[in-house]
Nanobody, 124 residues
Framework: QVQLVESGGGRVQVGGSLKLSCEGS????????MAWFRQPPGKEREFVAV???????YYADSLKGRFVVSRDNSKYTLYLQMNSLKPDDTAVYFC??????????????????WGQGTQVTVSS
C-alpha cells in the first residue's frame, strides 16, 4: 500500500511561482510512475505531468515550459515546480502513483494511489 501526501499549495499572484511536494510512504515509490493531476473548479480532473520510474518526464502540452516535474527517490518525494502562474492554473492538485507503467500515463484511471490534494489559487 502506498500513501501520498501533497503539500506546498496556496495562494499566489499571477506570474508567481509555487513548488508542490508529494511525499510517498516509503521506498516502494521509487519503482512507480508518479504523476500530477489537477482539477479546476467545476471541471474534470486533468493530467499535468508524469515522472516515470526510469527517469522519463512528460507534460501536458499546454503546460510545457512553465511546469517542471522532478523526483527525489531518496526522500520518496515527487515535486512540481510551477512558474508564470495564470488564473487558469487555479485547481486542486493531486499526486498519483501506479504500480505498473503501462497504459496511457495521462489517464487518471491508470493510477491506483492518490493523495488528498492541495489547493492552488492564482489571483490577479
Amino acid at each position: 500500500q502506498v500513501q501520498l501526501v501533497e503539500s506546498g499549495g496556496g495562494r499566489v499572484q499571477v506570474g508567481g511561482s509555487l513548488k508542490l511536494s508529494c511525499e510517498g510512504s516509503g521506498p516502494s515509490v521509487a519503482t512507480k510512475g508518479m504523476a500530477w493531476f489537477r482539477q479546476p473548479p467545476g471541471k474534470e480532473r486533468e493530467f499535468v505531468a508524469v515522472s516515470t520510474s526510469t527517469g522519463g518526464r512528460y507534460y501536458a502540452d499546454s503546460l510545457k515550459g512553465r511546469f517542471v516535474v522532478s523526483r527525489d527517490n531518496s526522500k520518496y518525494t515527487l515535486y512540481l515546480q510551477m512558474n508564470s502562474l495564470k488564473p487558469d492554473d487555479t485547481a486542486v492538485y493531486f499526486c498519483a502513483a501506479r504500480e505498473a507503467e503501462y497504459g496511457d500515463y495521462s489517464r487518471a484511471h491508470n493510477y491506483g494511489y492518490w493523495g488528498q490534494g492541495t489547493q492552488v489559487t492564482v489571483s490577479s
